[in-house]
C-alpha cells in the first residue's frame, strides 16, 4: 500500500511503503563502433513485456525517465509539477541521510523553450527548501554556506527556462548535491552542456529521458560527511536515454569529482553502458522501458553515435 500527501494542486509528495525488490542482472560493455545503436519501435510498458517496470500505482512511476524505486525504501519521491509542462521533474530523498539519490526529468521541443531569465535572489531566498519534504527530513538550515562546495544543481536550471514556476523549483535544495567549483563550473557543466544543447535538438531527439545524481549509498562512494551532516559524493553519473524517430538508444557518464579543473578532458574518457553504471550504483534505469528494447538499449553503448569519440 502507498500513502500520498498532498501539499498543493501542483506538486504532489508520494510516500513509499517497502515494495518487493526485484533481481537485476548487470552486463558492463562498451564500443566505440560507429554503428548507430537506434533500436526498436516506441512501446508502452505492459504487464506481458516489461517484469521490472515500476508499480503501476500511480501513472508516474511508469514514466520512462524514472529509475526503479528503491525497494525496501523509506524515502521520499517527491514530483514536481509545473503549470505550462505538467510534471517538472522527480526525485527520490533519503529522509535518514537528508540527502537526495536522484533527480530525473525530460527534454523536449515543448520544454526545451527559453522564454524565462533564471530565478535569483539574495543568499537567504536563493536555495529555498522543498516545500513538499518534511521539515523532520530537512536540515534546519543551508549546510551549503561555508562547507566548500556549490550547491550543485541535478536538474539544471537552463533546462527549465521554458517556465518561471519550473525554473524556481530547480533551486530547492532538494535538487542540490555538494560539489567543488572546479568540478561543478568545469566538467560537470561540460557534460550538462552537451545533454542540454548538443543532443538536445529537435534533429536527435524527439525526447531525452535523463536521471542524474551522486553517490550515497555506499560508503565507499562517499567523498566526505561535512560537520553539519551533508554527505559529499565522491562520484556524479548521467543516465540518458533518446528517443527519436528510429527508436531508442542510451549512454551513461561516470565521474569522480575531484577538486581541480577537467574542463578539457574528453568526455569520451567518462562514457559506460547504462548497464555498467546500474552495477556501479544499484540503481535500475530506464526500468519501465519494455524488457527487450531496454536490454538492447543499456547493453552496449556506441559514443560515435551520441557525437563523442575517443580523440
Known amino acids: 500500500m502507498t500513502s500520498f500527501i498532498n ?4 506538486t504532489k509528495i508520494l510516500r ?8 537485476l542482472l548487470f552486463v558492463a560493455c562498451s564500443s566505440d563502433d560507429d554503428t548507430d545503436d537506434n533500436i526498436g519501435p516506441e512501446e508502452q510498458p505492459t504487464s506481458s513485456n516489461n517484469k521490472n517496470a515500476n508499480p503501476g500505482t500511480h501513472p508516474e ?3 520512462l525517465e524514472m529509475p526503479h524505486i528503491k525497494s525496501p525504501n523509506s524515502n521520499l519521491v517527491v514530483i514536481h509539477e509545473a503549470r505550462d509542462i505538467g510534471v517538472n521533474y522527480i526525485l527520490e530523498w533519503d529522509c535518514q541521510k537528508k540527502s537526495q539519490r536522484w533527480s530525473c526529468y525530460t527534454l523536449n521541443k515543448e520544454n526545451s523553450a527559453k522564454t524565462v531569465s533564471r530565478y535569483t535572489a539574495d543568499r537567504d531566498s536563493q536555495y529555498p527548501d522543498d516545500p513538499d519534504i518534511p521539515s523532520s527530513y530537512r536540515f534546519p538550515s543551508d549546510p551549503y554556506w561555508s562547507s566548500g562546495y556549490d550547491h550543485g544543481h541535478i536538474c539544471p536550471s537552463y533546462d527549465r527556462l521554458c517556465s518561471q514556476q519550473a525554473n524556481i523549483q530547480t533551486f530547492y535544495m532538494s535538487n542540490m548535491q555538494p560539489q567543488f567549483n572546479k568540478f561543478n563550473a568545469g566538467l ?4 550538462e552542456n552537451i545533454v542540454s544543447s548538443t543532443w538536445n535538438k529537435n534533429s536527435f531527439r524527439d525526447t531525452l529521458y535523463v536521471c542524474k545524481g551522486g553517490t550515497i549509498d555506499n560508503a565507499e562512494h562517499i567523498l566526505t560527511t561535512t560537520s553539519k551532516g551533508m554527505i559529499v559524493p565522491r562520484y556524479f553519473f548521467m543516465a540518458v536515454l533518446c528517443k527519436n524517430s528510429q527508436g531508442y538508444k542510451a ?3 561516470w565521474v569522480e ?3 581541480s579543473d577537467h574542463s578539457n578532458d574528453n568526455l569520451y ?3 559506460i553502458s547504462v ?6 550504483t544499484g540503481i535500475d534505469f530506464f526500468c519501465n522501458l519494455p524488457d527487450d528494447l531496454e536490454e538492447k538499449a543499456e547493453r552496449v553503448v556506441y559514443p560515435a553515435s551520441w557525437g563523442l569519440k575517443s580523440n
Not at 560537470?188 to 557534460?191: A, E, G, T
Open 7 to 10: 501539499k498543493s494542486d501542483m
Open 16 to 23: 513509499l511503503l517497502p515494495l518487493l525488490l526485484m533481481p
Open 61 to 63: 512511476y511508469l514514466r
Open 188 to 191: 560537470w557543466l561540460k557534460m
Open 251 to 253: 549512454m551513461a557518464f
Open 257 to 259: 569529482q575531484l577538486n
Open 269 to 271: 574518457n567518462y562514457i
Open 275 to 280: 548497464d555498467e553504471l546500474e552495477k556501479r
